[in-house]
Nanobody, 125 residues
Framework: QVQLVESGGGSVQAGGSLRLSCAAS????????MGWFRQAPGKEREGVAS????????YYATSVKGRFTLSQDNAKNTLYLQMNSLKPEDTAMYYC??????????????????WGQGTQVTVSS
């Protein structure tokens, strides 16, 4: 059974930083995509960042490029999202997701099969 557990959300002021973690378990394949998505109230869930774990290739949404950084700890099966220079528009529930090894668009929601429960990020102005 695949499980994804997010942590690290919280409330910060604009310009601050947070680091989200996603601990994965139960997935036996060695090559896969993992990503972070977010959903603000009344909006669609959107892709934020994704990584192909085998090659370390990363993909970022334009809105977060240069501010957010993905990293992974393979020994711990954990994915991190370092978020700097946070803005009020970054406020959302953030979800970790896991897909297969063959994904057409790494930031497209429907490419991913497994999802975590989410962690809330709130940025105040």
């Amino acid at each position: 059974q695949v499980q994804l557990v997010e942590s690290g959300g919280g409330s910060v002021q604009a310009g601050g930083s947070l680091r989200l973690s996603c601990a994965a378990s139960g997935y036996t394949r060695s090559r896969y995509y993992m990503g972070w998505f977010r959903q603000a109230p009344g909006k669609e869930r959107e892709g934020v960042a994704s990584i192909y774990t085998d090659a370390g290739s990363t993909y970022y949404a334009t809105s977060v490029k240069g501010r957010f950084t993905l990293s992974q700890d393979n020994a711990k099966n954990t994915l991190y999202l370092q978020m700097n220079s946070l803005k009020p528009e970054d406020t959302a529930m953030y979800y970790c997701a896991l897909g297969g090894a063959w994904i057409g668009q790494p930031l497209r929601r429907r490419e991913y099969t497994y999802w975590g429960q989410g962690t809330q990020v709130t940025v105040s102005s």
